[in-house]
């Protein structure tokens, strides 16, 4: 059974930081990509980021660029989020899906605030 | 960006009854590859997002066959074809024909 358990989450202040991380299991982990797909407070789907199962190839949306980094550990079978430079805008649940999203973690809440 | 646009944002269907979403991308989500990646994910309330149909039309595992997806190019759709009171939620569609990845705003549908 594959499982996706998301943690890292919490309440930070507006240009704080956090790493989510994601425990894998039940799947080849080291030959999917793994993607990370925010929702805010009563919003719709954000897709975030996403890195190629060996982590050569990495991709942002716009509003995170050079603010979070997305990384992988292979050999433990996790995925990460380093996420600095927090903004209000970034309170959300974060969501790690495999490569087309095909199965999801039960997410974990970030919120930003002061 | 590739815009995906779904309508209706709500839906009220009646139980056994068909519904129906449509999605359409600002750009051709068709690949070189031959593929058009357009998915299809549903979000159960208190629930993460979970995958129906990738491909424009190709079911997921233990999806049932009541739900279907056809479409190219730019217009897709979503059909159920009877629907039951399991299928409430919100629906969204999503390119991953490039990066940025993006979804649709969503249709909440709700049983009369």
């Known amino acids: 059974e594959v499982q996706l358990v998301e943690s890292g989450g919490g309440l930070v202040q507006p240009g704080g930081s956090l790493r989510l991380s994601c425990a894998a299991s039940?799947?080849?982990?080291?030959?999917?990509?793994m993607t990370w797909v925010r929702q805010a407070p009563g919003e719709g789907l954000e897709w975030v980021a996403i890195?190629?199962?060996?982590?050569?190839?990495?991709y942002y949306v716009d509003s995170v660029k050079g603010r979070f980094t997305i990384s992988r550990d292979n050999a433990k079978n996790s995925v990460h989020l380093q996420m600095n430079s927090l903004r209000a805008e970034d309170t959300a649940v974060y969501y790690c899906a495999t490569e087309r999203l095909q199965y999801w973690g039960q997410g974990t809440l970030v919120t930003v605030s002061s | 960006d590739i815009v995906m646009t779904q309508t209706p944002p709500s839906l009220s269907a009646t139980p056994g009854q068909p519904a129906s979403i449509s999605c359409k991308s600002s750009q051709s989500l068709l690949y070189s590859d031959g593929k058009t990646y357009l998915s299809w994910y549903l979000q159960k309330p208190g629930q993460p997002p979970h995958l129906l149909i990738h491909e424009v039309s190709n079911r997921f595992s233990g999806v049932p066959e009541r739900f279907s997806g056809s479409g190219s190019g730019t217009d897709f759709t979503l059909k159920i074809s009877r629907v039951e009171a399991e299928d409430v939620g919100v629906y969204y569609c999503?390119?991953?024909?490039?990066?940025?990845?993006?979804f649709g705003q969503g249709t909440k549908v709700e049983i009369k």
């Open positions: 039940g799947f080849t982990f080291s030959t999917y990509w």
């Open positions: 890195i190629k199962s060996d982590g050569s190839e990495i």
């Open positions: 999503m390119q991953s024909r490039q990066v940025p990845w993006t």
